[in-house]
T-cell receptor, first 115, second 109 residues
Framework: EAGVAQSPRYKIIEKRQSVAFWCNPISGHATLYWYQQILGQGPKLLIQFQNNGVVDDSQLPKDRFSAERLKGVDSTLKIQPAKLEDSAVYLC?????????????FGAGSRLTVL | SQQGEEDPQALSIQEGENATMNCSYKTSINNLQWYRQNSGRGLVHLILIRSNEREKHSGRLRVTLDTSKKSSSLLITASRAADTASYFCATAAGNKLTFGGGTRVLVKP
């Protein structure tokens, strides 16, 4: 079974520039998550999709972050304009619906450095 | 905000020793999960314990849950160098999973 695919693995940009991350979840997984993990901390949920609808985006800084999940499969997370404090690893995860809905499979992450 | 808080933040042990880490949380949960993260990698699910369970085993892992104290522990027995990683507890409430800050474990050969 293929895992959760993310790209790019690494990105370096200057502040005020924009960046986009892509995620392809495990086939058949209805729920997709984007987490932000700052160095030395645990992952923080940014946005959660069920199919192509948003379940929770309460911690997404909507003035600069946006995310979409077209056709309920792939997802993109965009940051525009980036700030220094956005330097982090952006983790995408997916899960089945139903009783196993909360067991997440993570991708390797996209590491963002904002200079 | 992070629901779970792990203790200790860091742990250094010799190969063959046991490693124990604890997680405390604040609100009611459906289940509690533990994940491992190797350096530079994504998180890997280790074990899930439901709110009506008190103890669960998986290989060298043993997890306990005390809902009255809102706490859980993860025990890794007979540790190996490959167990060097960060370990995170995550609490599930509804369809939302919230992670703690993690325990960094170093297993010295």
């Amino acid at each position: 079974e293929a895992g959760v695919a993310q790209s790019p693995r690494y990105k370096i940009i200057e502040k005020r520039q924009s960046v986009a991350f892509w995620c392809n979840p495990i086939s058949g997984h209805a729920t997709l998550y984007w987490y932000q993990q700052i160095l030395g901390q645990g992952p923080k949920l940014l946005i959660q999709f069920q199919n192509n609808g948003v379940v929770d985006d309460s911690q997404l800084p909507k003035d600069r972050f946006s995310a979409e999940r077209l056709k309920g499969v792939d997802s993109t997370l965009k940051i525009q304009p980036a700030k220094l404090e956005d330097s982090a690893v952006y983790l995408c995860a997916s899960s089945l619906s139903g009783v196993e809905a909360n067991v997440l499979t993570f991708g390797a992450g996209s590491r963002l450095t904002v200079l | 905000s992070q629901q779970g808080e792990e203790d200790p933040q860091a742990l250094s042990i010799q190969e063959g020793e046991n490693a124990t880490m604890n997680c405390s949380y604040k609100t009611s949960i459906n289940n509690l999960q533990w994940y491992r993260q190797n350096s530079g990698r994504g998180l890997v699910h280790l074990i899930l314990i439901r709110s009506n369970e008190r103890e669960k085993h998986s290989g060298r892992l043993r997890v306990t849950l005390d809902t009255s104290k809102k706490s859980s522990s993860l025990l890794i027995t007979a540790s190996r160098a490959a167990d060097t990683a960060s370990y995170f507890c995550a609490t599930a409430a509804g369809n939302k999973l919230t992670f703690g800050g993690g325990t960094r474990v170093l297993v010295k050969p």
